[in-house]
């Protein structure tokens, strides 16, 4: 999800009041679909300032769209359970990543979401994550094609995947900003790790099987030195993904990263118990 403040910034005010109208009509249509607005809706948003910025400003804030989403899912659930009461706990959780080795954990931490829960044992039968999307798209193209995934991520033709940013960045030609003109479906071309699509599907695919079948297996020779770069064996990294969620709370990074964190928010220090993860080696 990538929030666009900037589009909104182009839409006119009544424009503005149009989609906000849309989203929450004050008349309905016998069938519940929203009653096409009348002038006099459109005006009492456009004529009051305060109102009109507060609209406009709420229609690119992912925190908004975070609480009426939830509260749509528990009115429709609790209505399905013949229930009431609080349905979620929280919003949602915002994270920061301080680095990339936390980048990295985190990615392989949430692609592996549906073996951790053992609702799958493959990586490339876990449904609804990046992963998956991108084996399948990986999937269509001919062994040739395969060697030269990094070009492949930024040439737009992916059916699948193709909505989600390249994995493996090129710093120098990775262009920042959105990616709306060429591919209307990413929010960005800009890569995020500094390993290949190839060796991180490896990767997260061999940690899916330590995982699912608790063998304690050695890492294979041309993946251990991405863990030796970011000072992990393969035990710790497999431990590390186990428990992410629950070492890591309102930041994630090596124990320096979050130690610089701390000093910056004017805090002494930032919960991490059993953090595993040490400074990247260069």
């Known amino acids: 999800m990538r929030s666009r403040p900037d589009v909104v910034a182009g839409l006119s005010d009544e424009e503005i009041a149009r ?21 006099a809706d459109i005006e009492m948003i456009v004529g009051t300032p305060k109102i009109l910025a507060q609209r406009r400003r709420r229609l690119s804030d992912i925190s908004w769209w975070m609480r009426c989403t939830a509260e749509n899912i528990a009115r429709r659930s609790n ?35 549906p073996i951790r829960a053992a609702m799958t044992q493959l990586l490339e039968t876990s449904e609804f994550t990046g992963a998956k999307e991108r084996i399948d798209d990986i999937a269509r193209l001919t062994p040739a094609s395969r060697t030269h995934l990094h070009d492949w991520e930024r040439a737009s033709q992916q059916q699948i995947s193709g909505w989600m940013s390249p994995l493996e960045i090129d710093e120098r030609d990775d262009p920042t900003g959105p990616d709306i003109e060429r591919s209307h479906r990413r929010a960005s071309c800009k890569g ?11 990767l997260v695919d061999w940690t899916g099987r330590q995982i699912c079948n608790g063998t304690g297996a050695s890492m294979p020779a041309d993946l251990a030195p991405i863990l030796r770069r970011i000072g992990l064996d393969s035990c710790a990294w497999c431990n590390l993904i186990k428990r992410y969620g629950r070492v890591f ?14 000093k910056q928010r004017g805090q002494a220090w930032i919960q991490a118990p059993g953090n595993p993860l040490t400074t990247c080696a260069p």
Request: charged share 30%.
């Open 19 to 39: 989609r906000w109208l849309r989203l929450f009509p004050n008349r309905r249509n016998d069938d519940g679909s929203p009653a096409d607005p009348s002038d």
């Open 79 to 113: 209505a399905e359970d013949d229930v009431t009461g609080h349905f979620w706990e929280g919003r949602f959780k915002a994270q920061i990543l301080l680095d990339e080795v936390s980048v990295l954990a985190c990615a392989a931490y949430v692609d592996l979401n």
């Open 192 to 202: 995020f790790l500094s390993i290949s699509l190839a060796k991180y599907l490896e």
């Open 249 to 262: 709370k309102r930041a994630a990074g090596t124990s320096e990263s979050l130690a610089q964190e701390a």
